[in-house]
């Protein structure tokens, strides 16, 4: 298969798209109505969290509960912006999720490419504890690496963050899917004969052969790791040095707290990733696709 | 990281010598340098290869094996979060311990229930999503795209909003109920509701994202199996019996697992659904968790050693389960 310029999708088995199981059939009415439904919880909330951004909290707990837009968006925002400390957190968070999907996006692909297209001893059981590693969740490794961070007094730092998320089986193993099928044999071995070694081999064949896949996972890994929050709640401190998702945290303490400038911080909070979701969406449907089947 | 390349230079050929060749002396340096090269190449190829992955395995020792084997190492001794680098040994009482108290078998249960409602409806709905989506459909893009907002929505951010559309007096859900003349729901304090809402949260989150994997598995099967499977008679109901779910069993595995894996690390929710009672998971503890129960143990009670124990408990537990579903599988395949 020629390499396309385009992110590919599951769907370049080659088959006529009319021919799909089920596609040779146009859905029904039925089928409409529950895509209609699920997009529309799918949606929900998020809408919701900016009609009640909009709002002041005395107007928000009333029956029935509002549908419609307030007056008090700019004015929540702004609050929420400074009490949360969001400004410093979008910094923090922006640093940690960026150099994370850098990081990995270069480390998988190289290691992607030798697992795809380089023959050495020891292989296939390499790959194999790849795999086995994707089964461990990261969660269960933290208190050793609360007592690291607390030995080398890194409490507040955003490299305690970074260090342990650039470890990412997934980036290895989607990258080496895709490298399977998207590097022809033929390309490595004639740069070879042209005598380039293996690092003038990655950066002039594998890595634009690779970019599409590389900007998928990149946004895949960007979204996760701006996602994250346990390890980050337990390393970095709400007032001190946040990332978002430990700042919203610190928004719902407080008995009697503002819930229009909660969901005004949750909307600032998540507004970033769903505008990348606007632009590249259609992307990383594919890229998830892409992923997800076994070559 | 790995040894520094210059530009290496082609593989001397044997007896390649080319055209217009030069006086011997030069020749014979000629020959030295390419011999010399050509080791350097053959090195550069039998090598580099390792120092391609090895990136990844240092880090992930580093990160990943080497805390979790010293997790169980921390687990026999008694570690305070006060300082965190002095540690006594204690032998198996931080286990002890823990199966001596209540709170860890109900965060053990609600950890199994919350699991249970949050994994089963959720990838049953994405694999009907998913078929449905398999047919041909106008701007199918966007369902797609639209499925995935929860997925880019943050655990905090989720959970906020749906602790605000859960509220027991003015939230949206309860209104909605009572068109059906159902009362209104304590879902932060009543033990089953409050554990249906939080797995809601992760149902919201997941769904769409299960529903595309399980799409893409759909489009990788041979049409061909379906035009055989009508030939023979099989309704459409049939076809996805005997064709859909058996091509897709790999997938169905592959996404059992990960949600399993998932299920037993829920945190973040339950902890933002009463941030108020926070580590506790309600007042009640109604829906603590496991995750949220290490938490506790380690960063307010301040017993790392405990927290480690429950740690190494939970990944014992992944251990096991991850081996009965290995042998349901190995089952499975050997019965059809």
């Known amino acids: ?287 998830i696709m892409q992923g997800a089947v076994k070559g | 990281m790995a040894t520094r390349h210059d530009t290496a230079a082609p593989p001397a050929k044997e007896g390649g010598a080319a055209p217009g060749r030069p006086p011997a002396a030069a020749a014979d340096a000629e020959q030295l340098r390419r011999a010399r090269l050509s080791r350097r190449w053959q090195r550069d ?45 204690v032998g198996m009482r931080n286990y002890t311990r823990i199966f001596g108290d209540d709170f860890f078998w109900n965060a053990a249960k609600n950890t199994l229930t919350i699991g249970i409602i949050s994994t089963v409806p959720q990838l049953m709905m994405a694999m009907g999503l998913a078929h449905i989506l398999n047919y041909k459909l106008r701007a199918s893009t966007f369902y797609r795209v639209a499925m995935l907002a929860p997925y880019a929505t943050s655990i905090a951010a989720a959970s906020l909003v749906f602790v605000l559309l859960f509220g027991r007096d003015y939230g949206m859900i309860n209104w909605a109920l009572h068109f059906g003349g159902i009362d209104a729901v304590d879902w932060q304090n009543d033990k089953w509701p409050s554990q249906i809402a939080v797995s809601t949260i992760v149902i919201w989150r997941w769904t769409g994202y299960n529903a595309l994997i399980y799409l893409a598995a759909m489009q990788a099967i041979p049409q061909d199996l379906y035009e055989s499977a009508a030939l023979d008679g099989a309704s459409r109901w049939k076809q996805f019996l005997h064709v859909t779910l058996p091509s897709l069993r790999p997938t169905i595995l592959f996404t059992v697992v990960v949600s399993t894996i998932g299920a037993s690390q829920v945190f973040g929710e339950p902890l933002l659904f009463d941030a108020n009672k926070g580590a506790s998971g309600g007042a009640e503890h109604q829906f603590q968790t496991l995750g949220l129960y290490l938490y506790e143990q380690g960063w307010v009670n301040q017993h790392l050693g405990r927290a480690s124990a429950i740690a190494w408990t939970m990944f014992l537990i992944l251990i096991v389960v991850g081996i009965v579903n290995y042998v349901i599988s190995r089952r499975l395949r050997a019965s059809s």
């Open chain 2, 45 to 89: 190829k039998r090598w580099s290869p390792y120092a391609f992955v090895s990136p990844f395995f240092l880090l992930f020792v580093a990160f990943g094996l080497f805390p979790l084997l010293y997790t169980g190492w921390a687990s026999l001794h008694q570690v305070e979060l006060t300082s965190p680098t002095d540690m006594t040994w």
């Open chain 1, 1 to 287: 298969m020629q390499p396309e310029d385009t992110v590919p999708t599951a769907r370049r088995v080659r088959r006529p798209k009319s021919a799909r199981a089920g596609g040779q059939m146009h859905g029904g009415p039925i089928a409409y109505i529950i895509l209609a439904v699920f997009t529309i919880v799918s949606l929900f909330p998020l809408v919701w969290t900016a009609i009640a951004a909009s709002r002041d909290n005395n107007r928000l707990a009333e029956n029935p509960p509002p549908f419609v837009f307030g007056s008090n968006l700019f004015h929540n925002l702004d609050v929420a912006w400074n009490d949360a400390n969001l400004g410093k957190a979008f910094v923090n968070t922006t640093i940690v999720a960026g150099t994370s999907a850098a990081t990995i996006v270069f480390l998988s692909t190289i290691a992607g490419f030798a697992f795809a297209k380089l023959r050495f001893r020891g292989r296939g059981a390499l790959m194999l504890i790849v795999i086995g590693t994707m089964m461990v969740p990261p969660q269960l490794s933290i208190i050793p690496l609360y007592m690291m961070v607390a030995k080398l007094e890194w409490t507040d730092q955003l490299q305690s963050v970074i260090l342990p998320s650039l470890v990412s089986a997934f980036g290895v193993f989607f990258m080496r899917q895709y490298l399977t099928q998207a590097l022809p044999d033929e390309i490595i071995e004639a740069a070879r004969m042209d005598g380039a070694s293996s690092w003038r081999v990655v950066w002039h064949v594998v890595f634009p052969a690779a970019r599409p896949a590389m900007a998928v996972l990149g946004m895949l890994t960007f979204v996760q790791t701006w996602n994250d929050f346990l390890w980050p709640f337990l390393v970095l401190s709400q007032t001190g040095n946040p990332t978002v998702q430990v700042a919203l945290a610190g928004l719902g303490r407080g008995y009697t707290p503002d819930q229009s400038l909660i969901m005004a911080g949750a909307l600032l909070g998540t507004l970033p990733l769903l505008l990348v979701f606007a632009v590249f969406g259609k992307q990383i449907v594919g890229g």
